[in-house]
């Protein structure tokens, strides 16, 4: 059975090793403890919303929301920044029900929508587009990084 739970602060031993493995799989170094303590500090300054799937109780996988803002319509805006399924529970549609889960999200809070950026080999693109997503082909992204 599959769930998808709004998760809190009580969640985050729950979400650490998760998190962790998220970070693994973008070619960061494994960091429980830092892991934790960005997860605190979101939580304690409410500055994300996380929803855990939890498959038979266990936790197989999150996505992570947080929120900006267009100021050409006026609108609040979502980026879905992360979303992370485990390797063993992949191919399970629990990475359709985490989109699914943030999607009603956004529609009960108003929103203008949902955003997220993805490698350009990331296979999850195609459930991305099944799902509604449509790539952006009109808007460059621009990225600075202080040296």
């Given amino acids: ?10 969640h985050i031993p729950l979400i650490v090793p998760l998190f ?32 855990l ?4 109780e266990k936790p197989v996988g999150f ?9 050409a319509s006026l ?5 879905l920044n992360d979303l992370f399924v485990s390797k063993s ?3 399970m549609g629990i990475g359709e029900a ?12 108003g929103y203008k929508g949902l955003a997220l950026e993805t490698e350009t080999d990331n296979p999850a693109q195609k459930l991305y ?7 952006d082909s009109r808007w460059f992204h621009y990225f600075w990084t202080p040296e």
Avoid at 1 to 10: E, H, N
Avoid at 53 to 56: G, M, P, R
Avoid at 75 to 79: A, C, E, L, R, Y
């Fill in 75 to 79: 609108q609040p805006v979502f980026i």
């Fill in 98 to 109: 985490l989109l699914q889960r943030a999607k009603e999200h956004c529609l009960k809070l």
């Fill in 53 to 56: 799937a939890l498959y038979q």
């Fill in 1 to 10: 059975m599959l769930s998808i739970v709004k998760a809190d602060k009580t």
């Fill in 20 to 51: 962790d493995g998220y970070r693994v799989f973008y070619g960061k170094q494994s960091d429980l403890t830092a892991a934790r303590k960005f997860l605190e500090e979101r939580f304690d300054r409410n500055e994300s919303v996380l929803f």
């Fill in 129 to 135: 587009e099944r799902l509604g997503w449509t790539k």
């Fill in 89 to 91: 529970f992949r191919k």
């Fill in 63 to 71: 996505t992570q929301l947080y929120t900006t803002f267009s100021s």
